[in-house]
């Protein structure tokens, strides 16, 4: 593990507290004095860009070692979405083009920066190359990836201020019944649910919510990106709570899973 992070170099190292022969702790005691730049962010009890932590949750036990997470819970509706494509799209191409536009990735998980114009499954199903892009240089008018869709919106990467303070941990999945292709709305549950790891809700996962989605003032402010500005003034905090993910190197360390690894925002 040692050796791996030394090779890699990466921005955040997940670990199991308890492994064979060095526990995640004595680990990350290591790796810290080989790789002093690593930053702990979503673990509470550290240091972090902002210096020693303030304000950590009581009992001690929780604040040391630790994260915060949120549960998200939204409801999709298939069939108004389809209709939707049909109605701005004439051909299925069209349509995949539009929802892809409105993400900002194809259904491979091709981004649309690396594949403008049609699906690039090999660039989808490629970890190391399908989050390997910017905004500011290869795509500073959303001509590619239009500058409100969701992937730009809830991470705006270079163009964001302040973006080692937005970085969150998340994991997704979808609930309900499939609607088969073609079928009408059936009026039935179904979405997505997704857990948000960080170590404060406030500048990650709520400042994603309510400024990089929700306020208009963010919006307004993505014109400024061609100019060289930023995508938003992301150093505020919100009018009500805050935070979001940036691109993020992760090294994860202990059980293994056997997902392949989905593209991040």
């Given at each position: 593990?040692?050796?791996?992070?030394?090779?890699l170099?990466?921005?955040?190292?997940?670990a199991?507290v308890?492994?064979?022969?060095?526990?995640?702790?004595?680990?990350a005691?290591?790796i810290?004095?080989?790789?002093p730049?690593?930053?702990?962010?979503?673990?509470?009890?550290y240091p972090?860009e902002?210096?020693?932590?303030?304000?950590?949750?009581?009992?001690?036990?929780?604040?040391?070692?630790g994260?915060f997470?949120?549960?998200?819970?939204?409801e999709e509706h298939?069939?108004a979405?389809?209709?939707?494509?049909?109605?701005?799209?004439?051909?299925p191409?069209?349509?995949?083009?539009?929802?892809a536009?409105?993400?900002?990735?194809w259904?491979?998980?091709?981004?649309l920066?690396l594949?403008p114009?049609?699906?690039d499954?090999?660039?989808?199903?490629?970890?190391?190359?399908?989050?390997?892009?910017?905004?500011?240089?290869?795509?500073?008018f959303?001509y590619?990836?239009?500058?409100g869709s969701?992937?730009?919106?809830?991470n705006?990467?270079?163009?964001g201020?302040?973006?080692?303070?937005r970085?969150m941990i998340?994991?997704?999945?979808?609930?309900?019944?499939?609607?088969?292709?073609?079928?009408p709305?059936?009026?039935?549950?179904?979405?997505?649910?997704a857990f948000?790891i960080c170590?404060?809700?406030?500048?990650q996962?709520?400042?994603?919510?309510n400024?990089?989605?929700n306020?208009?003032?963010?919006s307004?402010?993505?014109g400024?990106?061609?100019?060289?500005?930023?995508?938003?003034?992301?150093?505020r905090?919100?009018?009500?709570?805050?935070?979001a993910a940036?691109?993020?190197?992760?090294?994860?360390?202990?059980?293994?899973?056997?997902?392949?690894?989905?593209?991040?925002?």
């Amino acid at each position: 593990m040692l050796e791996e992070s030394i090779r890699l170099r990466p921005d955040v190292i997940v670990a199991d507290v308890s492994m064979p022969l060095l526990n995640g702790l004595d680990s990350a005691r290591r790796i810290r004095e080989q790789t002093p730049n690593v930053k702990f962010v979503f673990i509470l009890g550290y240091p972090d860009e902002d210096g020693p932590p303030l304000r950590l949750p009581h009992p001690e036990l929780l604040s040391r070692n630790g994260s915060f997470m949120a549960y998200r819970r939204l409801e999709e509706h298939v069939g108004a979405f389809r209709d939707f494509l049909k109605e701005h799209g004439k051909t299925p191409e069209e349509q995949e083009l539009v929802a892809a536009k409105l993400m900002g990735r194809w259904r491979s998980g091709a981004p649309l920066v690396l594949a403008p114009d049609k699906d690039d499954p090999e660039l989808g199903a490629d970890p190391q190359r399908h989050n390997d892009f910017n905004y500011k240089q290869q795509d500073p008018f959303g001509y590619a990836v239009p500058l409100g869709s969701h992937i730009r919106r809830m991470n705006p990467r270079d163009t964001g201020a302040n973006m080692n303070r937005r970085r969150m941990i998340r994991r997704g999945a979808t609930y309900g019944p499939y609607l088969p292709e073609g079928a009408p709305e059936d009026s039935k549950e179904r979405g997505i649910a997704a857990f948000v790891i960080c170590a404060s809700l406030i500048r990650q996962f709520e400042f994603a919510q309510n400024v990089w989605a929700n306020d208009r003032n963010t919006s307004d402010a993505q014109g400024a990106i061609g100019g060289g500005g930023g995508f938003a003034d992301s150093s505020r905090q919100p009018a009500n709570l805050t935070p979001a993910a940036a691109t993020t190197s992760v090294l994860a360390i202990g059980r293994r899973s056997r997902r392949r690894a989905k593209p991040s925002i």
